[in-house]
């Protein structure tokens, strides 16, 4: 069955450490993967996405992505994390047929 | 570029009456969704357009809800008659393409049945 999996329901860092929200996804075909962030009361705000090439990806406010095959993961990382990045994020994927797949999403709390 | 557009913000009817949802997409996207979260979950899609047509409502309670997107630009959800389980939060997407490009999501109705 295909599928998206984001493992922690929280992920708690401290302002100025690096941060990573694990991803990983199983899906026929060679998946297009997408990260996006929430924040309260607003709706979902596109991050960064991989189609092909450079297993690693840049995205806005200076989040990245890495795709590994063999792990079949997708994890988003930022070197220095601040206060303003907690909020909701959601991992999808789309499958070959272009179905979009949503992880059930992880929320990010970074303490002062 | 204007964002995608959803009114109304917020809505509080009670179980039975019926509602609507109205959303502008982005200028030029083909693609439109309607999508249902409910607080601390991921959303679920209820309906997915191709310009007017449809491509997935597998996921949409016909008996209930119903949506449209006539001229291939606005699209209304409607929700008749509401149950208490329907109160969640009414996301709409577009994309310029079903394929590789992101999903731009409008800021949602949140809809409280009582």
């Known amino acids: 069955a295909q599928s998206v999996a984001q493992p922690e329901d929280q992920v708690n860092v401290a302002e100025g450490n690096p941060l990573t929200v694990k991803c990983t996804y199983s899906?026929?075909?060679?998946?297009?993967l997408f990260w996006y962030v929430q924040y309260p009361n607003r709706g979902l705000q596109f991050l960064l996405k991989?189609?092909?090439?450079d297993n690693l990806v840049k995205g806005s406010y200076g989040f990245e992505a890495e795709f590994n095959k063999s792990q079949t993961s997708f994890h988003l990382k930022k070197p220095s994390a601040l206060v303003s990045d907690s909020a909701l994020y959601f991992c999808?994927?789309?499958?070959?047929?272009?179905?979009?797949?949503w992880g059930a999403g992880t929320k990010l709390i970074i303490k002062p | 570029e204007a964002g995608v557009a959803q009114s109304p913000r917020y809505k509080i009817i009670e179980k039975r009456q019926s509602v609507a949802f109205w959303c502008n997409p982005i200028?030029?996207?083909?693609?439109l969704y309607w999508y249902q979260q409910i607080l601390g979950q991921g959303p679920k899609l209820l309906i997915q357009?191709?310009?007017?047509?449809?491509?997935?409502d597998s996921q949409l309670p016909k008996d209930r809800f119903s949506a449209e997107r006539l001229k291939g630009v606005d699209s209304t959800l409607k929700i008749q008659p509401a149950k208490l389980e329907d109160s969640a939060v009414y996301l709409c997407?577009?994309?310029?393409?079903?394929?590789?490009?992101?999903?731009?999501f409008g800021n949602g109705t949140r809809l409280t049945v009582t």
């Open positions: 997407a577009s994309s310029l393409s079903p394929s590789n490009s992101p999903l731009h």
């Open positions: 200028s030029g996207h083909a693609t």
């Open positions: 357009f191709q310009n007017n047509g449809v491509v997935d």
């Open positions: 899906v026929s075909g060679n998946p297009y």
């Open positions: 991989y189609i092909t090439g």
């Open positions: 999808a994927v789309r499958d070959s047929n272009y179905q979009l797949i």
